[in-house]
């Protein structure tokens, strides 16, 4: 009963607060896109190849930066949760052994990709 009401809850409040706004145009009235323009590319500049590779580069460098912080400490929580929780039913202990491998995956991320790229070079 509780989880069907927070589906229907999302979707209400889905539907009153984020429809309207790719709907409503500036001024409050109905969007237009007569009156907008049909070109959507003018004033930006053009991008390369190496431009956008560079920039997932970066984006995948921030990412990977920010998981690797935060990996370990969800290990931890997810080992002493397993472990309780495995006392009482044997199917939990497996979130100990997947969570560290998940950690150990995330951790060896970058030398796994150089591997990788590596072998396709070849």
């Known amino acids: 009963m ?3 009401a927070l589906i229907v809850l999302c979707l209400i409040s889905g539907m009153v607060f984020i ?3 790719g709907v409503v145009g500036g001024d409050g009235g109905w ?3 007569a009156e ?3 070109n959507i590319s003018a004033g930006l500049e053009e991008v390369t190849s190496d ?3 560079a920039k997932m580069g970066r984006i995948a460098s921030a990412i990977y930066q920010d998981v690797a912080k935060i990996a370990p400490m969800l290990t931890v929580v997810v080992i002493v ?3 309780v929780i495995g006392i009482f039913w044997r199917e ?3 979130s100990v052994a997947w969570s560290i ?3 150990l995956l995330i951790l060896w991320a970058p030398q796994l990709v150089g591997l990788i790229v590596n072998y396709a070079n070849m």
Do not use: E
């Open 101 to 103: 491998l998940g950690l």
């Open 92 to 94: 939990a202990r497996m």
């Open 51 to 53: 431009d956008f590779t």
């Open 31 to 33: 969007y237009n896109a």
């Open 36 to 38: 907008a323009g049909t």
């Open 2 to 4: 509780i989880k069907r």
């Open 81 to 83: 949760i397993g472990t």
């Open 19 to 21: 429809a309207p706004s």
